[in-house]
C-alpha cells in the first residue's frame, strides 16, 4: 500500500483544513486507517482512527469535537476535517493502514504503510 497525505498548509488559529489520504495498492476498504501527529521534538501522536467501513470511529481527546475522520472507499482515499485549529495542533499529519490487532487503535505500532505526512501549522 502506497499513501498520499495532501492538505496540510499555514493557518490562522480558528481556522479550518481538511486533510486526505489517498491509498493505492492494496484493498483499501478492508482495512482501519489512523491519523497520527508528530509536533518538534514531541513523539508521534495518535489522532484518529476508523474502522473499515467508517462505521467506528475514536479520537484523541486533544481533537475532539473539532476533528472529524471520514473516508470514501470507492476513491480509496480518507479525510480528515480539522476545525477549531490551534497553535497546538502544529504538527506533521501522518495516515497509516491499521495492519495489527493484537494492541490497541491509538498503538502507532498496529500501523504500517505510513504515508509521507503533510505539514499543518497554526498561528496565533
Known amino acids: 500500500v502506497q499513501l498520499q497525505a495532501s492538505g496540510g498548509g499555514l493557518v490562522q488559529a480558528g481556522d479550518s483544513l481538511r486533510l486526505s489520504c489517498a491509498a493505492s495498492?492494496?484493498?483499501?476498504?478492508?482495512?482501519?486507517m489512523g491519523w497520527f501527529r508528530q509536533a518538534p521534538g514531541r513523539e508521534r501522536e495518535f489522532v484518529v482512527h476508523?474502522?473499515?467501513?467508517?462505521?467506528?470511529?475514536n479520537y484523541a481527546d486533544s481533537v475532539k469535537g473539532r476533528f472529524t475522520i471520514s473516508r470514501d472507499n470507492a476513491k480509496n482515499t480518507v479525510y480528515l476535517q480539522m476545525n477549531s485549529l490551534q497553535p497546538e495542533d502544529t504538527a506533521v499529519y501522518y495516515c497509516?493502514?491499521?495492519?495489527?490487532?493484537?494492541?490497541?487503535?491509538?498503538?502507532?505500532?498496529?500501523?504500517?504503510?505510513w504515508g509521507q505526512g503533510t505539514q499543518v501549522t497554526v498561528s496565533s
Open positions: 476508523t474502522s473499515w467501513s467508517g462505521g467506528s470511529t
Open positions: 495498492g492494496r484493498t483499501f476498504s478492508s482495512y482501519d
Open positions: 497509516a493502514v491499521r495492519l495489527g490487532y493484537s494492541g490497541s487503535y491509538y498503538e502507532s505500532k498496529q500501523y504500517a504503510y
